[in-house]
Structures are given as structure tokens and as C-alpha cells.
């Protein structure tokens, strides 16, 4: 799988999760009132209504996206610290806890005093922008942990702007029936009614960030391991989704739960051993010393990794199989330093070039000198990595 495709996946996966969001107890009750209330203030001019539901989106769209850029830059600048293993193992246990709180374990709840200022509905534009603005601290029962769960996510993948559009697609998602009731604001009689069905798509939202949970510990265990773990998520979740759930469905809804119960079950016996991975297209040396002196005069780029480190792999994955990197780093010593445990001489050099976290990109020409402007942290995509290598050349 390439990149674009990763990274399209990302996306639609983050505009779902908004419009899924929607079908949350704590947000789908609002979403006639607030219409009804833009209508209110437009005295039912559809076009009126619409461009107040715009801002409304408008909000949500500049409060998440902040979040995603906010926290993808301190992602970034913690660097190991963020993919420390223990960092890993609490940001998954947080992900489970988040999970059962969606479940109904437990509630997760904002002080009143938040949510009694920033639910006081304010008039026209400025006040449907600011309603769009403050709506996630007013739905955080719902709507916190799954936002949690992606903002610890995008945390960990310390890229910024793929943690501002993932978080663009969810307020767009989040965003949409606003938009589109605003257009047709006389179709709101035609939704469906509350009830159990909102706290069931809750619970399933819970067995998601499970999911993600699992994904953060990959790393951590063997593959044996981690192939038994997905059919004991499957298999958990389809059980719980289809029918121990205490959610109270009929008609079509019960049909829906019992499809993606068996969905899930089914899915879970299909899950098969992890396929042996092929050896890297390109040759890569071990770190030492003398490689950073240029052999055979050729410039060096050292990869600095670790076992525990995700987007790591997803380099390997991805980055590092593209056509045109391995035909260009052909022409390039190309050097892996782990960063898993490292000896007092291999410290000695994380200390000399500054290598804050993994993974980092180091780049060197073919005398041994470091070019600093051609350093890397975090994922590097294909794109980028021959953009230094031709710089390099």
C-alpha cells in the first residue's frame, strides 16, 4: 500500500468518524434544535439558513483543525518521549478507557460551569460561528473521547499537517447534516427519532478507539501475538455489537446490529497468519562510524529507528519500497541506526548530532558532512525523500 493510499485512508476514516459522531445521544438530539434555531433567525429563507449553518461548520472546522495542528507539533517536538514503549502502552491504555467510557462503563463529563457558558445560543453569524467554535466542549460526553483518541493518535504520528486535515475531515463530517439540513431545513421531520439505537452507535464508536488502541501496541508484540489479538478484538466486539449490548433495538436497527455482529465474527475467523515479510529492495548497512565518512564516495543517509516506533514502520512499509527511492538510493549509502537500545558509542553519536526522536532522517555528502537543511523528523514520504536525494546528488 503507497502512501496517498495511507494517507486517503487516514482521511476518510477521520470524516466517517465525524459523521458517525453525529448518531451520538449527546449530538443527535441537537441537530433539529440548532436548524430549527438557524431557520428561526432567517425566518425560514433557506439561503439565510444555509450560510448560518456554513459558519456553524465553520467553527467546527477551525476548533478541530487547530487541535490537530496544535497537537501534532507538540507530537513532533517531544519526539522520543512520545514513542517511548511505556508511552505507547499508557496512550493505548487511555484509548481503552476512552473506549469503555463510550461503552457506558462510566461517564465522561465537562463541569457544568463550561458547558452552562458555552451552550448559551448566540444570534446571527458571528454567533452560529461561535456555537461551531465551542460545540465540542458542549457534546464532550459523547464526542471527548473519540476526539481524545484522535488527537493522542495524531499525537504519536507528529506530523502537522496530516493532523490538521485529519481533523478538517472530521469537523467536515461532523459538519455535514448541518449543512445539508440548512439547505433542506424543511426535511427535518423526516429524521428518525431518538433512542436506543443513539447508544448503541456510541458503543460501537467504543469498540473503534479499541481498535486503535490494539494498532498503537503493534509495534510492541510479535506478530504470533498480535494476530491472535485482532481475532480476540473481532471476535469481542462482534459479540458485544450483535448481541450482548444492552442496547434495546427494533426494526431495522436490529438488523443493522445483528449484520455487523456477524460481520465482525466473521471476520475474525478469516484473519489469517501474518504473511512473511520480503527482504527491503534496498541494501542497508548497519550503523557505524566509518560509514559516515562517505563510502566509495558516496553521499549517506542514515535512517534512525526503532522497534517500537510506528511511523517507522509504516516507512518501511511504504517509503522505503517505492520504485524511484530504491532505484536512487542505489547511488547512496544508505545506513540504519536502532535507536531500540543503544550502547554508550551509539549514544555518544545521538548526543553529537542532536537526534531528538524517531524517526529521523540524517543526510550527509559524500565527505562526511552533515547537511543540517536536508535533515528530516517524523515520516518522510516518498515525495520528500527524493527531494533530499536529489539534493544530495
Excluded at 463529563?109 to 463550561?114: G, H, L, N, Y
Aim: proline share 5%.
Amino acid at each position: 500500500m503507497d502512501t496517498e493510499t495511507i494517507t486517503a485512508s487516514r482521511f476518510l476514516f477521520a470524516f466517517l468518524g465525524g459523521l458517525a459522531l453525529n448518531l451520538t445521544p449527546c449530538v443527535y438530539p441537537l441537530i433539529p434544535i440548532t436548524i430549527s434555531f438557524f431557520a428561526g433567525q432567517a425566518q425560514q429563507r433557506v439561503g439565510r439558513t444555509a450560510a448560518l449553518a456554513a459558519c456553524y461548520v465553520l467553527g467546527l472546522a477551525i476548533t478541530y483543525s487547530t487541535l490537530g495542528l496544535i497537537t501534532s507539533l507538540t507530537g513532533g517536538m517531544l519526539g522520543a518521549a512520545l514513542q517511548q514503549p511505556w508511552i505507547l502502552i499508557l496512550t493505548a491504555l487511555v484509548m481503552a478507557g476512552l473506549g469503555l467510557s463510550l461503552c457506558g462503563l462510566f461517564e465522561f463529563r465537562v463541569p457544568a460551569v463550561f458547558t452552562s457558558r458555552l451552550g448559551t445560543a448566540r444570534t446571527g453569524v458571528i454567533g452560529a460561528l461561535i456555537m461551531g467554535l465551542t460545540v465540542g466542549i458542549v457534546a464532550a460526553p459523547c464526542i471527548g473521547p473519540f476526539v481524545l483518541g484522535m488527537l493522542l493518535y495524531v499525537g504519536q504520528l507528529g506530523r502537522p499537517l496530516v493532523g490538521f486535515w485529519l481533523f478538517f475531515a472530521l469537523a467536515l463530517g461532523l459538519g455535514l447534516p448541518y449543512l445539508f439540513l440548512g439547505i433542506f431545513a424543511g426535511q427535518l421531520h423526516r429524521l428518525p427519532r431518538s433512542g436506543a439505537w443513539l447508544t448503541w452507535v456510541k458503543q460501537l464508536l467504543g469498540c473503534v478507539l479499541f481498535g486503535v488502541a490494539l494498532y498503537l501496541v503493534f509495534p510492541l508484540i510479535p506478530d504470533a501475538v498480535s494476530r491472535w489479538a485482532i481475532v480476540a478484538l473481532l471476535l469481542g466486539c462482534g459479540l458485544y455489537l450483535g448481541w450482548v449490548s444492552r442496547a434495546t433495538l427494533q426494526g431495522g436497527w436490529l438488523w443493522a446490529r445483528r449484520a455487523v455482529g456477524v460481520l465482525l465474527v466473521l471476520s475474525a475467523f478469516s484473519v489469517r497468519p501474518s504473511a512473511a515479510v520480503s527482504p527491503s529492495p534496498i541494501a542497508w548497512m548497519p550503523y557505524t562510524e566509518s560509514a559516515l565518512n562517505g563510502a566509495d564516495g558516496k553521499p549517506v543517509l542514515v535512517d534512525v529507528y526503532a522497534d517500537w516506533c510506528i511511523p517507522c514502520h509504516e516507512m518501511d512499509a511504504t517509503t522505503y519500497r517505492d520504485p524511484h527511492v530504491v532505484e536512487h538510493a542505489q547511488a547512496f549509502a544508505m545506513v540504519k541506526f536502532d535507536a531500540t537500545d543503544v550502547s554508550a558509542a551509539e549514544e555518544a553519536f545521538i548526543e553529537r548530532y542532536q537526534v531528538f526522536g524517531v524517526p529521523t532522517l540524517l543526510a550527509f555528502d559524500a565527505h562526511g558532512r552533515e547537511r543540517r537543511d536536508l535533515r528530516r523528523d517524523g515520516y518522510v514520504s516518498a515525495e520528500e525523500l527524493l527531494g533530499v536525494m536529489q539534493a544530495l546528488e
